[in-house]
């Protein structure tokens, strides 16, 4: 073990300090906020998504994985404090975001190892996240030289031959892809920074992949006017009368065609892109939002999402909106705006607390039964069904679609790994918290021990 218990706890105990609420910069503590130990790799002069700490003692090389506010907190046109490293996608984001000075930030390649410049020879392989775009894994390779960071923590291998190799996963989704990447297939990591958001057993929702496919199903049968369902009843009924009446009226030809149905994605400033580019290829349509979020979109160098986008409403039948925006009130007046032009609009709604588990399941699961009770489900267009609050002239659909790792794929995830140590990265801000993930990490690492393969056995080099 890297860090004995005691360390460990006494660890925590200065990230809960750290990570105060209460605290204000003043001169007494420098004007800054001590970074936490898990923000600060050990024994390297590297940060991951630590801006809101400024200049970290020690610290040469500042990483950002994505570029969500909660990871790039404090970062903007004043940031002087040192090379940032990230994604291409990323690079282009904070640049046109925030105003970072280009001269700072240094986006690395997708995949290839790269030498980490005034690090003691550390290198890095950025991997994609499967996260939002330009979101990335960091796994790092090399020696430890220095203590950086605020800790009073002291590694004992500063100087030694020894190389470390330490796995940051940022927010990611995990899969099958991950834990086969050339950087890190095979390789023992002594650290792995693990994106705990979902580390709970109620969290169990379907692979991303099926819930993208789905939609983009559930899309093309609403646009033909075909019912969701084999037998629709109740408030799908009124999809077998409208294609009842569209087939009337197309037969009467003193009658004008009944218009399109339109359909509006709900999307935070990045992310939930692969739903827009499903959905509005399933429907051969174009892709609207506004002028800002099409900013945004550039940004990501995307060219099969930017061949779809149009700045023109009419001319698209997949509009973007805020995930605020997708309600039952405020939905109708947009769809007022285009009544002219659509007849109806259809709402997807993608977040991962959609997800309820069935009542009675097991909250306390064994190892065994978490990898058995997922593996044989299937997610598709007839598991998503419509809000209560939906009518005939608005559909409302919650789509538990999420772009962090649900805990079945946590688990699989760590199963797949050798590991020595899981430092938590999200949730860590109580003792209760911290003990009940330590918990699952046990319950993985004993598990793990005792398993003769490698990796989990997976459906899909997407999803387990």
Known sequence: MIMSGFKEDHAWKEAAVA????????KSNGNRRKAPFYKVLQGMPIAVDAFRYGAIPGVTAYFLTHAHSDHYTNLSSSWSHGPIYCSEGTANLIIHMLSVDKKWVKPFPMDIPTTIPDSGG????????????????????????VNAGDGTF?????????????????????????????????KWI???????????????????????????????????????????????????????ASNSKQSNQSKEPSK??????????????????????????????????????????????????????????????????????KLPSYLDKYKDQFSKVVGFRPTGWTYVQPSGTDQLPSIQQILTRTVQ????????????????????????YSEHSSFYELTC??????????????????????????????????????RAEDVVAHRHLDYW
């Open 413 to 450: 995830f760590a199963l797949s790994l050798k590991w020595g140590k899981m430092i938590a990265t999200v949730n860590v801000g109580s003792e209760k918290s911290r003990a009940k993930m330590a918990k699952w990490v046990s319950k993985w690492e004993a598990e793990r021990k005792k």
């Open 122 to 145: 550390v290198q890095v392989t950025l991997i994609e996240a499967n996260h939002c775009p330009g979101s990335c894994l960091f796994y790092f390779e090399g020696r430890q030289t």
């Open 154 to 186: 002291k590694s004992s291998y500063i100087g030694s031959n020894r190389t470390f190799r330490y796995l940051h996963c940022g927010d990611f989704r995990a899969s099958p892809r991950h834990v086969l990447h050339p950087a890190v297939k095979g």
């Open 190 to 244: 002594d650290h792995v920074y693990l994106d705990t958001t979902y580390l709970d057993p109620k969290y169990t929702f379907p692979p991303q992949a099926q819930v993208v496919a789905a939609c983009a199903d559930l899309a093309m049968k609403l646009a033909s006017g075909e019912p969701p369902v084999s037998k629709p009843s109740g408030v799908f009924s009124w999809l077998t009368s409208t294609s009842t």
């Open 260 to 329: 399109p149905v339109l359909f509006v994605v709900g999307t935070y400033s990045i992310g939930k892109e692969r739903i827009v580019k499903a959905v509005a290829k399933a429907l051969e349509t174009k892709v609207f939002c506004d002028k800002r979020k099409a900013a945004l979109l550039r940004c990501e160098a995307d060219p099969e999402l930017d061949a779809l986008l149009t700045s023109n409403p009419k001319d698209a039948a997949v509009h973007l909106l805020p995930l605020g925006m997708i309600t039952s009130d």
């Open 19 to 26: 990570e105060d609420r209460s605290f204000r910069a003043n």
């Open 377 to 400: 489900k299937t997610f598709t267009s007839e598991n998503l069904k419509p809000g209560k609050q939906s009518t005939s002239t608005l559909q409302l659909y919650p789509v538990p």
